[in-house]
């Protein structure tokens, strides 16, 4: 079956600091991937996406590519703000079923200025 | 963008009582609506997904009878925990996509429940 492993937090850094949250995963088919962000008190949020080997996702100064040899959708930053304190969700969907994400795990990231 | 909206945000009812949670669509009509649940520290575990006028479709593991899913129409669904139990404290998300979109979700903030 499917599944995602990511990096467990939580994470404290500083502004400016470099971030990196690590994603794997396990799929039985070529899966899209997502990193998804949840600001307190909001819902998830979409923060980037990649759909097939090799595609680099960006938004916000976030970015992260599809690596299939190693089954990898690492997210970075290269300088964090305080308003980047969030828990992120790594996530795949399966090409199969348009809908059904499967999520890993969260990580919380605590910027501090 | 997409708003989704849940209702309540958090809940605390005694053990053997239902407890109702509402997920609405704000400024779409969403045609199918997924519910989560969120375990500490664990990953959202899909439970089910519903269409507007029709039965869910619950994943495997999800017992049915106890965790009943309404969406009577576009902008609403409704999922009721009968015969709550302090295990089924948890957190609930709802989440939609739009009808006649890319197939992007959009979440709901979420759901606390307590049972005691």
């Known amino acids: 079956g499917n599944s995602v492993t990511q990096m467990e937090g939580p994470v404290t850094l500083s502004e400016e600091a470099f971030l990196t949250i690590n994603c794997t995963y396990t799929?039985?088919?070529?899966?899209?991937l997502f990193w998804y962000v949840q600001y307190p008190g909001e819902g998830l949020q979409l923060l980037l996406k990649a759909t097939k080997a090799d595609d680099k996702g960006s938004n916000k100064g976030f970015e992260a590519t599809y690596r299939k040899e190693t089954t990898s959708f690492h997210l970075e930053k290269g300088s964090v703000q305080v308003s980047d304190s969030a828990v992120y969700f790594c996530?795949?969907?399966?090409?199969?079923?348009?809908?059904?994400?499967?999520f890993g795990a969260g990580t919380t990231v605590t910027v501090r200025a | 963008g997409a708003v989704v909206s849940q209702h309540p945000s958090r809940v605390i009812c005694k053990s053997g009582t239902s407890v109702k949670i509402e997920c609405r669509s704000l400024?779409?009509?969403?045609?199918?609506m997924f519910w989560y649940r969120q375990f500490p520290k664990q990953s959202l575990m899909l439970m089910a997904t519903?269409?507007?006028?029709?039965?869910?479709?619950?994943e495997q593991g999800v017992e049915k009878d106890k965790f009943l899913i309404n969406h009577a129409s576009l902008t609403l669904s409704t999922l009721t925990v009968t015969s709550a139990h302090p295990e089924d404290s948890s957190f609930y998300i709802c989440?939609?996509?739009?009808?006649?979109?890319?197939?992007?979700?959009?979440f709901g903030e979420g759901s606390r429940l307590t049972v005691l």
């Open positions: 989440s939609a996509t739009r009808e006649g979109g890319s197939g992007e979700l959009f």
């Open positions: 996530a795949l969907r399966d090409g199969s079923n348009d809908y059904k994400l499967s």
């Open positions: 519903s269409n507007e006028g029709s039965k869910a479709t619950y």
């Open positions: 799929a039985t088919g070529y899966p899209s």
């Open positions: 400024d779409f009509q969403a045609t199918t």
